[in-house]
Each structure stands twice: as C-alpha cells, then as structure tokens.
C-alpha cells in the first residue's frame, strides 16, 4: 500500500514562487496516478493536478500555466511547482491516489500568499 506525505508548503509574497513535495512509501508508487487538491477556509477542495503512471498530466483551470505537476519514480516523488503565487491560492495542500473525489485526503501542508 502507497503512503504518501505533502511537505514544501509556506508563506510566500504574492508573485513568489514554492515547490510542493509528496513523498511515497510502497513499492508500487510508478504506477500509480496522484493528484494534488488544496483547500482554502470556508471553501469546497479542489483538484488542481494529476499524473498518470504514464506521465500524462492534467490541470484545472485555475492554475493553467502556473502550476506544474512532475513525478520521480526514482526518488518516490511527485512535486508541484507553483509559480506566480496569487493570495488565492492560500489553502491546505493534499496529494492523494485515487479516488479523488474523496471527502479524506489525509495531512496536508499550508501555502499562505500575502499581498
């Protein structure tokens, strides 16, 4: 079983850039497909990213061309690049297999973006 664990979050000005981590346990982590979701205060999540065991990749439409979502099978690690952060993009980040739609995403980790 695939365990898997967010981490890079922080508090960045708006504009700034952070690169989040998902850390896997298992053996079976290079094929499996992952997404990052986030979650702001007050607000329904959102599925913002995802990659197959292919490495075909898909966005939402609100973070087409700022985000970027990668894998390394090597080092059990799907990242996802952030750039030009906007201060609403302030939510609790998730990586997750499937299923996404989910209500259980498990730990996540914080992105502030100030003004």
């Known amino acids: 079983q695939v365990h898997l664990v967010p981490s890079g979050g922080g508090l960045v000005q708006a504009g700034g850039s952070l690169r989040l981590s998902c850390a896997a346990s298992g053996s079976t982590f290079s094929s499996q497909h992952i997404a990052w979701s986030r979650q702001a205060p007050g607000k329904q999540r959102e599925v913002i990213a995802s990659?197959?065991?292919?490495?075909?990749?898909s966005y939402a439409d609100s973070v087409k061309g700022r985000l970027t979502i990668s894998r390394d099978n090597a080092k059990n690690t799907v990242y996802l690049q952030m750039n030009n952060l906007k201060p609403e993009d302030t939510a609790v980040y998730y990586c997750?297999?499937?299923?996404?739609?989910?209500?259980?995403w498990g730990q996540g980790t914080q992105v502030t973006v100030s003004s």
């Open positions: 997750k297999l499937p299923p996404w739609g989910a209500a259980d």
């Open positions: 990659i197959t065991s292919d490495g075909i990749k």
